[in-house]
């Protein structure tokens, strides 16, 4: 995942690595995360080449709203894929409630139930301090709290976090996504993941250059069964 001032160009073919079939060999649910730093995405190739879910930039802060969002959440559910989106959170500078509604009406409209939304995330990479609240735990799960509130759809909102900044959210009522790439076992401060980045400098066809390379800890009719707004 990547920030919008954080866009760094990296040169790794865009087709399917050996990682990624490796994973789809190994009945893993394969998936990548995206924002506008990968440009036009062909997610029909995407899915062909075994990914079968994505998380897409919505937004960043309370004033970034990703250019791609829209054309990735439409065109990746067109293609078959498992949808879900995503904020960058600036906890540093904005209360949760600010930043939760500025998500919201970027996103909200895309997560829905069609059997092809996935619950919505949150990206925690900046450590500057919490704003409004008295500590991160209270920011995100106040941040969750009011996405929840937004919908009739019960969600249980994903918090992206690397193994240090889950020691930093105990009592966090968000589910992992952990962004450590050596692996569950890398980290004690995630013992129950839902997502794993196992690869940040992936490829996959239908990318241009580099991508995130996820995993779902499950199964696929798991990931559907717990993960799809119903």
Known sequence: MKS??????????GM??????????????LGIDVSSYQ?????ASVHSCGASFAFAKASEGVSFLDPKFKNNMNNGKAAGMLMGAYHFARPDLNCPGPEANYFWSAAGAYIIADGKSLFPAVDFEVFNGHA??????????????DVKAKTS?????????????????PGSSLEIWGLDPNGPGSCTCIT??????INPNGAICGVTGSVDL???NG?????IATQVVQ
């Open 4 to 13: 919008s001032s954080k866009l760094t160009a990296l040169a790794v073919a």
């Open 16 to 29: 399917c690595v050996t990682l990624g079939l490796r994973n789809a060999q190994a009945s893993t649910v």
């Open 39 to 43: 440009g036009s995405i062909n997610w």
């Open 132 to 145: 409004c609240q008295p500590s991160y735990t209270a920011w995100f799960n106040t941040w969750a709290t």
């Open 153 to 169: 759809h019960f969600l249980h909102p994903v918090i992206a976090v690397s193994c240090a900044a889950a020691c930093d959210i």
């Open 192 to 197: 129950n993941w839902t997502y794993w980045l």
């Open 214 to 216: 996820d995993e779902y």
């Open 219 to 223: 199964t696929l009719s798991g990931l």
